[in-house]
């Protein structure tokens, strides 16, 4: 089992960044496949980002493909989310999430670990 801890939302106008963290607590952190998810108001939750166990591999909808950077640093038990050129589509609530894997999948329903969230607000 394992318990994770987002961090690093906030308000930030278009076209600017933010580092999104998820803190996970449990000595297996490393063996999970992790994945960042969001939700806006009136959505369903929908896939992100993912990254497998060793982060040798990485997969992002298309939506953010060349502005998101997903990576894991397994020794500190944290998974990141480096977000740039923000658009206000982009505003959610963001959640880390956790299967007991090591692939990657882009289905919420497949992640039995799930942080709280973090809400994330671009304005225009």
């Known amino acids: 089992q394992v318990q994770l801890v987002e961090s690093g939302g906030g308000l930030v106008q278009a076209g600017g960044s933010l580092r999104l963290s998820c803190a996970g607590a449990?000595?297996?952190?490393?063996?999970?496949?992790l994945a960042w998810f969001r939700q806006a108001p009136g959505k369903e939750r929908e896939f992100v980002a993912g990254?497998?166990?060793?982060?040798?591999?990485?997969y992002y909808t298309d939506s953010v493909k060349g502005r998101f950077t997903i990576s894991r640093d397994n020794a500190k038990n944290t998974m990141y989310l480096e977000m740039n050129s923000l658009k206000p589509e982009d505003a959610a609530v963001y959640y880390c999430?956790?299967?007991?894997?090591?692939?990657?999948?882009?289905?919420?329903?497949?992640?039995?670990?799930w942080g709280q969230g973090t809400q994330v607000t671009v304005s225009a």
């Open positions: 999430a956790a299967r007991t894997t090591s692939s990657i999948n882009v289905q919420a329903s497949e992640y039995a670990y």
């Open positions: 449990g000595r297996t952190f490393s063996t999970y496949a």
């Open positions: 990254i497998n166990r060793s982060a040798g591999m990485t």
